[in-house]
């Protein structure tokens, strides 16, 4: 749950309560789309930890997706907001995990260096940027190389001074390997 300095300054939460979370009914909200919520509930935590951790009152949300036919119970802070809106958030949040993920499977960033939004921002860019140069030396070269493939050699060239497009361009039919030994051993 929020530690209390983050309530006091009004941040908020959607997700997912656990399945043995210990908790109690207030009050029965009406239910605005019967079709896809099955219960609209305000309450609160009664366990002693959880009501340690949070004493207000909370919103108990549960949705039946009408994509997947999955059922899905929301827990959030937020009282004034309509059930479908809390289901829609949720969703939100799940595509900004799905973009992290991929920012760190793709783009190679497994931390930040700086903790200001301009540091963040200047490092998913240029992660960004090196990343669709390598996508279209990819597209480009005649080679049939993967981007993993692509990506090592750059880390393999970075400091040589060599063609990067007669390497991945070849116009001869020497064999790549060969050509790509050649320019790293004249680098020394």
């Known amino acids: 749950m929020l530690p209390q300095c983050l309530i006091l300054q009004g941040v ?8 043995n979370a210990c908790y109690e ?9 019967p079709g896809q919520v ?10 002693v930890r959880g009501q340690a951790a949070y004493p207000e009152y909370l919103r108990r949300v549960h949705y039946r ?9 929301f827990l959030t802070s937020r009282l004034d907001l309509s059930a479908l809106e ?6 939100r949040r799940w595509q900004i ?4 993920r991929w920012v760190k499977q793709n783009l190679k960033i497994k931390a930040f260096y700086g903790a200001s939004k301009n540091a963040v921002l200047i490092q998913i860019w240029t992660a960004l940027i090196a990343y669709l140069l ?3 030396l990819k597209l480009r070269s005649t080679v049939g190389w993967g981007l993993l493939e692509l990506s090592r050699l750059m880390q393999t060239m970075l400091m040589t001074r ?4 007669e390497m991945l361009c070849p116009r001869e039919k020497t064999p790549l390997l060969q050509m790509f030994l050649f320019n790293v051993a004249a680098a020394f």
Request: net charge negative.
């Open 134 to 136: 390598l996508i279209l």
């Open 65 to 73: 997706d009408p994509e997947t036919a999955k059922e899905y119970v």
């Open 86 to 91: 809390v289901a829609a958030l949720y969703k």
């Open 25 to 33: 009914a207030v009050e029965d909200r009406n239910i605005t789309a």
């Open 12 to 19: 908020w939460f959607v997700t997912r309560l656990t399945s």
């Open 162 to 165: 060599t063609s990067l497009w």
């Open 97 to 100: 995990e799905l973009f992290c």
């Open 38 to 47: 099955r219960a609209d509930q305000i309450m609160r935590l009664s366990s």
